[in-house]
């Protein structure tokens, strides 16, 4: 039994919803496996762990400033041990940008932190108009409109292949 570390990023709770699948396809092989957001993560929490898995999610085409600190701080502690790397972005709906080799964003931050993690992961999210607020929702409207995605304000769509995230549980289990 490998005790599992999963740091999530969320902007509106579709990673750690990610999460929760993930950690109980993991469960299910006889892991241990806690949640906690990248913030409240200490140092000895990484420690401890021997397996980690970090989620992000993609806002206005970036990862969270605050998480890429993150990594790039525990850099030493995250390439010593089994880990594993996945984001959750709606351009990732797209078949041509759902690999970790195809993801725009996956790619560049890839290239820009010193972690190498041993798995990557890439999940479409979700879209939920009547969760943003009025700026919010104009924004991403107009983002799916150019790029052929919903644009009606009443909608929530979500894109995510759950087979997918339960096959990377899986794999992270298996690390």
């Keep these: 039994m490998a ?4 740091v999530y990023s969320t902007t509106d709770g579709h990673t750690r919803e990610i999460c929760n699948r993930l950690r109980g396809v993991i469960e299910q092989q006889a892991h241990q ?3 906690a957001p990248f913030g409240e993560v200490a140092d000895s929490d990484l420690e401890r762990c021997d397996r980690i898995v970090v989620g992000a999610s993609i806002r206005y085409g970036k990862h969270r400033p ?7 701080r525990n ?3 995250l390439n010593r ?8 972005s709606v351009v990732a709906r797209k078949p ?18 010193a972690w190498r993690p041993r798995e990557v992961g890439v999940f479409a999210g979700k879209i939920d108009y009547p969760r943003y ?6 924004v991403i409207r107009f983002i799916m409109w150019i790029t052929g995605g919903p644009t009606d304000p009443n909608a929530t769509v979500e894109f995510t292949d759950w087979r997918k995230v339960e ?9």
């Design 81 to 88: 041990k089994p880990s594993a790397f996945f984001s959750v």
């Design 96 to 113: 041509n940008r759902n690999q970790p080799h195809t993801n725009p964003y996956v790619r560049k931050l890839l290239r820009r932190i």
């Design 75 to 77: 850099a030493a502690v």
């Design 33 to 35: 496996v806690a949640l």
């Design 66 to 72: 605050a998480l890429v600190d993150f990594i790039e």
């Design 167 to 175: 096959e990377f549980g899986k794999v992270i289990a298996g690390m």
């Design 3 to 6: 005790r599992i570390l999963i």
């Design 133 to 138: 607020g009025v700026l919010e929702r104009l």
